[in-house]
């Protein structure tokens, strides 16, 4: 069975432009969550999907949005970028979420550079 | 609030030695569980080991186990017979419900 997949695994942006980036679940898993890893702050919680809809949302502002499409594929959306929204964003999936006792299965990340 | 501490934040082991890592956690919840991850150098995240909080057996996985201190609030990881492949930043992770949470990391490197 694949793992998680994110595309693009590196994306430079400027300050001021928006991003998208993605994330293809594990088959059969119908949550996604995702994280920011920064070496200031290590991983912070973004927020879920389940099923389309966002079930949690972590303390990040609103410039940081996503969605689920109905095969549990996730998009995550930055706009106005920000230096310090440089990172590694992680998706994770698993088959329930958080109302679950499921595991997490990380993707390898999309590292974003913002200048 | 949940908090993860990680208090090592780099810890060295040689080649087939045997190396733990610390962990503690703050929480009022009785039915939680707790992970560890390994994030090898601009590798994937992977799963190592976790653990229910309402089981009382430490989890194994092969060369990696916990101890779990409940009522010392404690996870810690052990890893017999260290080899090069487990160099790696290593996150102890919490979950209860919607609330999962990460330490910091320890950076463990394995010496020859």
């Known amino acids: 069975k694949a793992g998680v997949t994110q595309t693009p695994r590196y994306l430079i942006k400027t300050r001021g432009q928006q991003v998208t980036l993605s994330c293809s679940p594990i088959s059969g898993h119908r949550s996604v969550s995702w994280y920011q890893q920064t070496p200031g702050q290590g991983l912070q919680f973004l927020f879920e999907?389940?099923?389309?809809?966002?079930?949690n949302k972590g303390n990040f502002p609103g410039r940081f949005s996503g969605r689920q499409f109905s095969n549990s594929r996730s998009e995550m959306n930055v706009s106005t970028l920000e230096l310090g929204d440089s990172a590694l964003y992680l998706c994770?999936?698993?088959?329930?979420?958080?109302?679950?006792?499921?595991?997490?299965?990380f993707g390898p990340g999309t590292r974003l550079t913002v200048l | 609030a949940q908090t993860v501490t990680q208090s090592q934040p780099e810890m060295s082991v040689q080649e087939a030695e045997t190396v733990t890592l610390s962990c503690t956690y703050d929480?009022?919840?009785?039915?939680?569980?707790l992970f560890w991850y390994k994030q090898p150098p601009s590798r994937q995240m992977i799963l190592v080991i976790r653990?229910?909080?309402?089981?009382?057996q430490n989890a194994t996985e092969n060369r990696f186990s916990v101890n779990f201190q409940k009522a010392a609030k404690s996870f810690s990881l052990k890893i017999s017979d260290s080899q090069l492949g487990d160099a790696a930043m290593y996150f102890c992770a919490y979950r209860w419900g919607n609330d999962m949470r990460f330490g910091a990391g320890t950076r463990l490197t394995v010496k020859p």
């Open positions: 994770a999936s698993s088959l329930q979420g958080s109302t679950s006792t499921d595991t997490q299965y």
């Open positions: 929480t009022s919840e009785s039915d939680y569980y």
């Open positions: 653990q229910e909080a309402y089981k009382q």
């Open positions: 999907y389940f099923s389309e809809t966002q079930r």
